[in-house]
C-alpha cells in the first residue's frame, strides 16, 4: 500500500508539478485547492505528509497547520 500525501495549492500548474513529483517518487498524491478543502480533506482521511503552500487566498498556510 502506497503512503498518501496531500499537496495543498491555490495554483493550479505548482500543485499539479508537485502531484507528478510525489507520483513519481512512489507516493500516492490527494489534492486541495485552498485551506477550508485541506481542513476537510484531513477529516476524513490520514496523511503520511501533508505539503502547503503559504500563500493562499482564503486561508494561509500557516493559519491551516495550526487548525490541523
Same mark, same amino acid.
Given at each position: 500500500? @502506497?503512503?498518501? +500525501? ?7 500548474? =505548482?500543485?499539479?508539478? /508537485? ?8 507516493? @500516492?498524491?490527494? +489534492? ?7 481542513? =476537510?480533506?484531513?477529516? /476524513? ?20 497547520? =495550526?487548525?490541523?
Amino acid at each position: 500500500m @502506497k503512503l498518501k +500525501i496531500l499537496v495543498v495549492d491555490d495554483q493550479t500548474i =505548482a500543485r499539479m508539478g /508537485t502531484v507528478f513529483i510525489v507520483e513519481d517518487i512512489g507516493f @500516492k498524491a490527494d +489534492i486541495a485547492c485552498n485551506g477550508s478543502e485541506a481542513l =476537510a480533506q484531513v477529516m /476524513t482521511h490520514r496523511y503520511a505528509l501533508i505539503l502547503m503552500d503559504f500563500n493562499m487566498p482564503d486561508m494561509t498556510g500557516a493559519v491551516c497547520t =495550526a487548525k490541523i
